[in-house]
């Protein structure tokens, strides 16, 4: 079994920065793909960004790309999700996953652990 925290998450201006860590307990997260997803208010919950076992290949939603960056330490257990030139449309709450599938998926249905989720605000 895998737990996951997320934490980092919080208010700030429209173009700032936050950095969401991920802490994962159990032997097996060097193993698993990880992956960050979001739900905005009246809103589906959607894939953002993931992360190889091994941290060697990403992917990111096109509404990212360029601005966020996933990366690991499996020595520390966590997944990062750094944010930078944030937009309104950034708010949601912001989920960890993780998937026993080795290798990027940006499916849901491919993660097996989830976390509780971390508010991000974006004031205009």
């Known amino acids: 079994q895998v737990q996951l925290v997320e934490s980092g998450g919080g208010l700030v201006q429209a173009g700032g920065s936050l950095r969401l860590s991920c802490a994962a307990s159990g032997r097996t997260f060097s193993s698993y793909a990880m992956g960050w997803f979001r739900q905005a208010p009246g809103k589906e919950r959607e894939f953002v960004a993931t992360i190889s076992w091994s941290g060697g290949s990403t992917s990111y939603a096109d509404s990212v790309k360029g601005r966020f960056t996933i990366s690991r330490d499996n020595v520390k257990n966590t997944v990062y999700l750094q944010m930078n030139s944030l937009k309104p449309e950034d708010t949601a709450v912001y989920y960890c996953?993780?998937?026993?599938?080795?290798?990027?998926?940006?499916?849901?249905?491919?993660?097996?652990?989830w976390g509780q989720g971390t508010q991000v605000t974006v004031s205009s």
């Open positions: 996953a993780g998937s026993r599938r080795q290798f990027t998926t940006t499916l849901q249905s491919d993660y097996n652990y």
